[in-house]
Nanobody, 123 residues
Framework: QVQLVESGGGLVQAGGSLRLSCAASGRTWSMYAMGWFRQAPGKEREFVAA????????KYADSVKGRFTISRDNVKNTVYLQMNSLKPEDTAVYYC????????????????WGQGTQVTVSS
């Protein structure tokens, strides 16, 4: 089991930027794709972005393409989400998780969820 700890959230004005981090434990972490998900109040958790084990393949939800960038550092066991041009509709609790690959992770995250990090974008 991999433990996940998200950080980096906060309050930002529309058009601003934030960088989220997710620290993961576990020696086999780098074998898996990693992804970011978010859950807005009253809505289901949704897929945001994913990166393959070696960082060569990335996938994004249409709503964040061109604004968000996912990356990972397998030495630091950390995955990042750089969020630019933020919009009020990006307000949510953001979570990270892992999966077998960048497609499977969208619907079948592998591990228990962490506490998430709150992102609030004001208009």
């Amino acid at each position: 089991q991999v433990q996940l700890v998200e950080s980096g959230g906060g309050l930002v004005q529309a058009g601003g930027s934030l960088r989220l981090s997710c620290a993961a434990s576990g020696r086999t972490w780098s074998m898996y794709a990693m992804g970011w998900f978010r859950q807005a109040p009253g809505k289901e958790r949704e897929f945001v972005a994913a990166v393959s084990g070696r960082g060569r393949i990335t996938k994004y939800a249409d709503s964040v393409k061109g604004r968000f960038t996912i990356s990972r550092d397998n030495v630091k066991n950390t995955v990042y989400l750089q969020m630019n041009s933020l919009k009020p509709e990006d307000t949510a609790v953001y979570y990270c998780n892992g999966g077998e690959d960048t497609v499977v992770i969208m619907t079948t995250p592998k591990w228990s969820w962490g506490q998430g990090t709150q992102v609030t974008v004001s208009s």
